[in-house]
């Protein structure tokens, strides 16, 4: 399995009057290439998590396993960690600090080591990736740009050191409808071309609904829920007890469906309500 926690458990400040314990035995397997949602309530243990497979947190039990090396084994090279599994934090644009878009995506590659000639051919195929064109941003400050922009140029960051595990923390979080869509657009497309592995953090159920093939719930430090998309979204009476709710297009399948119209009550995203209205309304005869 590509990455597999094994009974982990975090605490916060452990031995001190303000020891919390993050994650609670979380034992979860995720294959190569798969699309992950992973929800929860604010302090639900989320973060944390994903903070440990990229080694920015150790667990305190347990086993953290990436390609089948323990991180935190002996000998583990956090260096060579990172470069497999990148992670995109809640608001990106505050990992920016170069004074070019360039120089900004050229700076994990570069502090890996790689030549200058393929430093220049990753950042090229990042910004190529994620939708920017290159002579036009290249030498742009990353400060100018639109917060979906700035969220790009943070992605292509990542994207150059040409990880193998893209995590990413809230990427649509404060961003306005249009840019919302692009950034989702982004990342259905990288990973239908490039096959990485996804681990996609969010609060909005629409966006885990619209690009997740499975999603875990996390509660109080605890995984809780593990299931297909459909199968998590079925039980909203569970995910209430956990604070969460299901898309709201669902919620509005479930009142027609009250209301007596013969809709499917397990659709979860817009595309699917559209199909299923235009089903139900061409049985009732209208065209």
Request: charged letters at 20%; glycine letters at 10%.
């Amino acid at each position: 399995m590509f990455i597999s926690l094994q009974n982990v458990s975090y605490v916060y400040k452990p031995g001190t009057p303000y020891e919390t314990a993050a994650l609670k035995d979380i034992t979860v397997e995720i294959p190569r290439g798969q699309m992950v949602g992973l929800i929860g309530a604010t302090g639900s243990g989320k973060s944390t998590l994903v903070q440990h497979l990229n080694g920015l947190l150790r667990p305190t039990k347990g086993k953290v396993l990436v390609d089948g090396v323990d991180v935190s084994g002996k000998g583990a090279s956090l260096k060579a960690l990172r470069q497999k599994v990148g992670l995109v934090f809640q608001y990106p644009e505050h990992q920016l600090f170069e004074e070019t878009v360039y120089q900004d995506i050229a700076f994990g590659p570069r502090n890996m080591g790689v030549a200058e000639e393929d430093v220049h051919s990753r950042v090229l195929r990042a910004m190529t990736l994620v939708g920017l064109d290159f002579e036009t941003f290249k030498n742009r400050s990353p400060f100018s740009l639109s917060g979906g922009q700035m969220r790009r140029v943070a992605l292509a960051g990542v994207l150059a050191m040409q990880p193998e595990v893209l995590i990413l923390d809230e990427p649509t979080s404060g961003l306005d409808p249009r840019g919302r869509n692009d950034i989702l657009n982004q990342v259905g497309r990288l990973h239908q071309e490039l096959g990485i592995t996804i681990i996609l953090v969010s609060h909005s159920m629409e966006d885990i609904a619209r690009m997740a093939a499975r999603i875990l719930v996390m509660h109080q430090g605890q995984l809780v829920m593990d299931g297909t998309t459909r199968e998590v979204f079925s039980r909203g009476e569970r995910l209430t007890q956990y604070g969460l709710g299901v898309p709201l297009v669902t919620v509005l399948m479930h009142r027609l469906r009250q209301k007596g119209m013969a809709v499917q009550p397990d659709v979860i995203t817009v595309e699917e309500a559209r199909e299923e209205l235009i089903r139900v309304l061409r049985g009732n005869g209208h065209d």
